[in-house]
């Protein structure tokens, strides 16, 4: 429940309109929400329903302008040990210091609920903006959901900011930080396909993850442009990391040889592929090319060096970070995207015929 300005704003509720609802004095409500004081649990109760009803969220951000603290943004991720999701990180981190904003980094391990519970305590301390990084599942639920707490977020004068994420539908309160992630995926399986491979093996990503389904999109729209039909057989999924690509490719070679060239769906899937490949007495590029997504510093640094999609992670972070904390008050739907490209390296080569 928020209250409308007469300009047709959000005008959010104070301590006082919460006192006032539960009968109580702003003392008692700050005592309750504060939780350092006794206060009997009937006025516990009242006062929690009236917080409640009213949608209320304490100042924070009133205590830091007071010195009481620093304007925080809150950066959320899946893994903070992925290289990918680190440079990103540094991006906000070193932009928001320059803003002069504490950057809290949270990471979910993957739990969309735990994603959700972030959101929600960021929004209770008045972060000035969550940024949500990564791809999401493809669930309704969970799509209603983050419309809902982009709508709190901006009633509490905060933003949500999706960064590699796609948006949320036109006119939800969000800023969406993109790069093209299918057309880099188009770009490098084109590569192969004119270097003459016809059976590529698509390695790693969960089958609902977005970030995933673009790269496929990509991979099946560079097939249809070259007059190919991939073979669904040639598609094991799996996740992004460095085991899955080991696992998944040595399933693959116990099938026998039957693709010329692998498409891995990050650095990390194709750095387990090429282990795999080299443990199985294979050549790369010689007997099988390789190609990931990302353009991490160490894929450079692999045996052969790793032909790749660059995608602007660290730019990524400080654009995010950047247009979170000096948009236009009370914007609704931001949407900016950045490009890739593909980096040529050792790991492709035409196949033997």
């Given amino acids: 429940m928020t209250r409308r300005s007469a300009v047709g704003q959000p005008q959010r509720y104070t301590i006082r309109d919460v006192a006032a609802r539960a009968g109580v004095s702003a003392s008692t409500v700050s005592r309750v929400l504060g939780g350092a004081y006794p206060v009997s649990a009937q006025t516990r109760s009242r006062v929690l329903r009236a917080v409640d009803a009213l949608d209320y969220v304490a100042d924070a951000r009133a205590k830091a302008v007071a010195g009481a603290g620093t304007p925080t943004l809150a950066f959320v991720l899946d893994d903070i040990t992925g290289p990918s999701f680190a440079h990103m990180a540094h991006g906000v981190e070193r932009e928001a210091a320059r803003l002069g904003h504490l950057c809290?980094?949270?990471s979910t391990d993957g739990d969309p609920e735990q994603q959700l519970a972030f959101v929600e305590m960021m929004r209770a301390q008045r972060a000035a903006a969550v940024i949500l990084v990564g791809g999401t599942p493809v669930r309704a639920e969970f799509h209603d959901r983050m419309v809902r707490m982009a709508e709190s977020l901006n009633s509490a004068g905060s933003?949500?900011?999706?960064?590699?994420r796609p948006p949320l539908g036109r006119g939800t309160p969000v800023t969406v930080i993109e790069y093209d992630n299918e057309g880099g995926a188009h770009t490098l399986c084109a590569h192969l396909l004119a270097q003459g491979h016809r059976r590529i093996l698509f390695l790693g990503g969960a089958p609902d993850n977005t970030t995933l389904q673009g790269r496929e999109r990509g991979y099946a729209a560079a097939h249809r442009a070259f007059g190919v039909q991939p073979d669904p057989a040639l598609r094991l999924p799996g996740d992004f990391t460095r085991d899955c690509g080991h696992r998944l490719m040595r399933r693959a070679l116990s099938r026998g040889p039957e693709f010329t060239a692998v498409f891995a769906a990050t650095d990390m899937v194709a750095a387990g592929a090429l282990t795999a490949l080299h443990e199985a007495g294979l050549s790369v590029p010689g007997d099988v090319s390789i190609a990931g997504y990302d353009d991490i510093p160490f894929a450079r640094d692999l045996h052969p060096a790793l032909t790749t999609v660059h995608v602007p992670y660290e730019e990524l972070g400080r654009l995010a970070?950047?247009?979170?904390?000096?948009?236009?008050?009370n914007a609704r739907d931001e949407h900016l995207l950045l490009g890739t490209h593909v980096v040529l390296r050792d790991s492709v080569a035409a196949p033997r015929t």
Wanted: glycine residues 6%; proline residues 6%.
């Fill in 104 to 106: 809290l980094v949270c």
């Fill in 159 to 164: 933003r949500l900011v999706l960064c590699g």
């Fill in 321 to 329: 970070a950047r247009t979170a904390l000096t948009r236009t008050p």
